[in-house]
């Protein structure tokens, strides 16, 4: 240890040296008073932490991939690292410290040990993440948490639990950043100090040019590691903490590492974050207790599901509490939150994902918060949005986490995108139906009359229809050249005119609703007129002053969104998105592969989007196609486990099963549409609760005997609805409806009694047998393209790759049917299904092949 004089020769030249060096720390002198003047207690070790690996049904455990990501996201800090155990650590909005390694020294053991290469398990649930690391000598487990009721200044906690067979030097290594987010600007590097305030405790601090905001971090019982003295050359170590673990006394301890930022003014500095180090110190066990409860609470009054499918069930819930993750404070203290559109690891740069705020992404996320009962959330982000609109009514595209640091519009990303207007419209016409809540709406009724007036007229063709004049609608690049209206943002704008008009009925603008109302139904023969394409059968990708762009896309299946309307030439189209030349067999491309300009990688040409499957998947549903709506909703499950665990993640190769190594793992849309395409597709709810009206129109597996979706949401209050099948007809029953509550379906012949619809079935069903692909694999599933159905007959287009033979099944409701089967072998018949086989002859190429059954 240095020397007295030494440590004030140090201190002396610390304002000089330290802005030039990661670790050349200058140690506060110990005396006496150290303690009251630091305002730090000495910090205490805590006990073993509940155990996660087997706690519920939703836990996800799995071997750690160093190569694959993890997060654990709150209102105030996260944690985004590797499944190695690395990590960064933010503060919102700070990068506080990134790269922490741990290296083991043992006693009598002269080799030191790299404990990250020891990664063996990752286990995840809704509140928190473990990684354990295991060698002969040692267990470590690694327990990431971001609390829900953080403390100001905190954001983020990790827990390590030790056990060895020996004693051993546990080395914690990182760097220390300090930076603000993106577009913030911040020092190079922070200036780090070591403040001693006991014998057994110390913490460090790391400083900026600005006096104004510091951080601090500590580990109870923790030895600072290199302490390069003034007198060596600069160089950039790494901070440490250095723990000498006992196991006789140290077994069933656990070591916090604690991160606080405080934005007291110079001299205060140090005493502030001694205390807020030694409040979160007291308050560990209570944060993670208190994250436990919230995410087991939240998960159980939310809409979740009992089906055959336990896969689906996980997946489900687990989505719903990414979304929740995603809840950011917008400034510290203020307690607004809004939805971020999601966040990886930010490596070097200051930008974690796009771990700030969207507004379409958080608007197309809204219909699952809506369908989960999460109003909450819907009401906060509406309130967000609207506060930030601009004084032409227009909706924000994106607000970063340090927009209040910076000239923020003066940067051209606050209005970029021209979708999110009509799409607040959208998201609060669904909220109005699913919750019945017309106070809300009419409190807010200027801000939505505001971005209505923006939306009708912003209109550079004069066709119309709501264009690109302000801002991109979805694609930011294009060949050969940027659109000016596509048909995406036109099926938008008349979507937005009929949940306008809806809103204008619901708080007495009948006036308005009556123009609303025109409008859509103008828009709807205009894009008919303009966009459909008769030699292909398809519709334009857009609309460019008379000439449209032929591009065969996935855009146009937002038309069947909000359930209002379809477009009027749809069959082929909606084929033509189930086959391989858009479908993987993980999602959907937004072109197809025989476009001239598609490209697997890129973003807008060829990558696949979980985003787009969830919009194919509810547009097949409500078009008529469920066995591919089946398919892309259950490739959307798949992702639960496949990256970073629990989350889904933006966009993967639409060549090979791998997201793309900028990808976001865990993406705000993307966890919404595992939900949105189960409720409104699958079960086919649809909601009117102002009229008191639910509409059930489900198209349940085959193979599925029964299922239960609990915790409903209808207005005030929630119920939960069964669906039984028993021969040709499936019975939905209302558990616990309110009295008023009016059930109707709109599968033809359905029949209601009270709080029981009879909806009668097909004589023969087909299930299509959903398989997770291997990794890095290629295309190579079976595809759905067409499947027709009446009293006596059943039939199939499929498509397939040449010299391969696959299965599905074929579920018989009525006895003694004597199906007969052409272009297809029929199996024995199981507990009412068959195994179905069908050979595809040739080469590997993807062939279509008709099937039918007749009885």
């Known amino acids: 240890m240095p020397s007295s004089a030494d440590r004030s020769r140090v201190a002396s030249h610390s304002s000089r040296i ?83 390694r741990i290296s083991a020294l043992m006693d009598q053991y002269p080799v030191s040990i790299d404990v990250n290469e020891h990664a063996a398990l990752i286990t995840s649930t809704p509140d928190s993440t473990v990684i354990t690391f295991s060698h002969a000598n040692f267990t470590i487990r690694e327990t990431i948490l971001a609390p829900k009721t953080a403390t100001e200044g905190s954001g983020a906690l990790v827990f390590f639990q030790i056990e060895a067979i020996r004693p051993t030097t546990f080395t914690f290594s990182f760097t220390p950043n300090m930076q603000a987010m993106w577009p913030a600007q911040s020092d190079d590097m922070p200036s780090p100090e070591w403040i001693i305030s006991s014998p057994s405790s110390g913490f460090y601090t790391l400083h900026l040019n600005s006096p104004d905001i510091a951080a601090a971090l500590a580990m109870p019982t923790a030895e600072p590691g290199i302490m390069q003295p003034y007198q060596e050359r600069a160089a950039s170590n790494p901070l440490q903490f250095v723990i000498h673990f006992d196991p006789a006394r140290d077994t069933d301890r656990v070591f916090p590492l604690l991160a606080v930022i405080s934005q007291q003014k110079d001299t205060s500095t140090k005493q502030a974050l001694g205390k807020e180090l030694s409040d979160l110190n007291h308050s560990c066990e209570s944060l993670f207790e208190q994250n436990r409860n919230y995410y087991r609470d939240l998960l159980s009054t939310e809409m979740h599901l009992e089906t055959p499918d336990k896969r689906l069930d996980v997946a489900f819930s687990r989505a719903e509490g990414s979304i929740d993750q995603l809840r950011v404070e917008t400034t510290p203290g203020h307690h607004e939150e809004a939805l971020t559109a999601g966040f990886l690891g930010s490596g070097a740069s200051v930008r974690p994902g796009f771990g700030w705020y969207f507004g379409r992404d958080a608007l197309w996320s809204t219909f699952a918060l809506n369908s989960s009962g999460n109003f909450q959330t819907t009401r906060q982000e509406v309130e967000f949005l609207l506060k930030r609109q601009s004084p032409e009514g227009k909706i924000v595209h994106e607000w970063a986490q340090t927009a209040d640091l910076v000239d923020w519009k003066s940067l051209p990303y606050e209005y970029a995108s021209a979708d999110a207007t009509p799409l607040l419209t959208m998201a609060m016409n669904d909220y109005l139906r699913v919750s019945g809540d017309k106070a809300f709406v009419q409190t807010h009724w200027d801000g939505l009359a505001r971005a209505w007036q923006f939306e009708i007229t912003h209109d550079a063709d004069g066709d119309g229809i709501y264009d690109n004049s302000e801002g991109s609608a979805w694609v930011e690049s294009w060949i050969p050249a940027m659109p000016k209206q596509e048909i995406y943002l036109a099926l938008l704008d008349e979507q937005a005119s009929i949940a306008f008009a809806d809103l204008a009925h619901a708080t007495g603008h009948s006036d308005m609703e009556a123009d609303a109302r025109r409008r859509a139904t103008k828009i709807a ?21 008379g000439t449209p762009d032929k591009t065969s896309t996935i855009f146009p299946s937002v038309a069947w969104w909000d359930g209002s309307g379809q477009l009027a030439n749809q069959d082929p189209m909606v084929s ?36 787009f499957t969830g919009w194919a998947s509810v547009a097949e549903y409500r078009a008529g196609h469920p066995l591919s709506g089946y398919d892309h909703l259950m490739q959307n499950v798949d992702l639960t486990w496949i990256q970073d665990l629990g989350n889904v993640t933006e966009l ?19 966890s919404a549409m595992v939900i949105s395409p189960v409720v409104r597709g699958l079960f086919g709810l649809e909601w009117n609760a102002p009229e008191n009206t639910l509409s059930v129109t489900p198209h349940l597996p085959a193979n599925w005997q029964s299922a239960t979706i609990k915790a409903v949401p209808f207005g005030t209050t929630h119920l939960d609805l069964s669906f039984t099948r028993t021969g040709t007809q499936l019975t939905v029953a209302a558990l616990q409806a309110p009295a008023a509550l009016h059930l109707i379906s709109k599968t033809p012949g359905a029949r209601v009694e009270g709080s029981v619809i009879h909806i ?27 499947e027709q159905s009446d009293a006596h007959h059943c039939s199939l287009t499929l498509e397939g790759r040449g010299g391969t033979t696959y299965t599905f099944l074929l579920r018989e409701n009525a006895p003694d049917l004597h199906v007969h089967a052409d272009g297809a072998d029929l199996g024995a018949i199981d507990h009412g299904l068959r195994v179905v086989s069908v050979a595809f002859p040739g080469d590997t190429a993807y062939k279509e092949k008709s099937v039918s059954f007749s009885w």
Do not use: M
Not at 32 to 40: E, M, T, W, Y
Not at 56 to 81: C, H, M, N, Y
């Open 760 to 786: 009668p079935l097909p004589p023969v069903e087909v299930a299509i047998i959903h398989q997770q692909p291997e990794v890095g694999a290629h295309t190579r599933q079976l595809k759905v393209l067409s």
């Open 525 to 545: 023969k205009t894009i008919e007129k303009e966009y459909y394409l008769a030699a292909s059968k398809d519709y334009a990708f857009s609309w460019n002053e």
């Open 18 to 100: 330290l802005p030039l060096l990661f670790a050349c720390l200058s140690l506060a002198v110990v005396n006496p008073g150290a303690l009251a003047q630091a305002g730090l207690d000495s910090l205490s070790t805590l006990p073993p932490l509940p155990t996660t690996a087997s706690r519920d049904t939703l836990t996800i455990q799995q071997e750690a991939v160093p190569s694959k990501p993890f997060s654990v996201v709150g209102p105030r800090g996260a944690v985004l690292g590797q499944q190695d155990g690395s990590f960064e650590l933010w503060v919102f909005p700070y990068k506080v410290l990134s790269n922490l």
């Open 576 to 611: 033509r998105w189930a086959s391989a030349n858009f479908s993987t067999d993980w999602g959907t491309r937004p072109v197809s592969d025989l476009t001239s300009f598609y490209d697997s990688i890129s973003y807008h040409q060829g990558s696949v989007w979980p985003l």
């Open 652 to 670: 993967l190769s639409g060549q090979f099963f791998q997201p793309l190594g900028r990808s976001t793992a865990h993406q705000l849309w993307s």
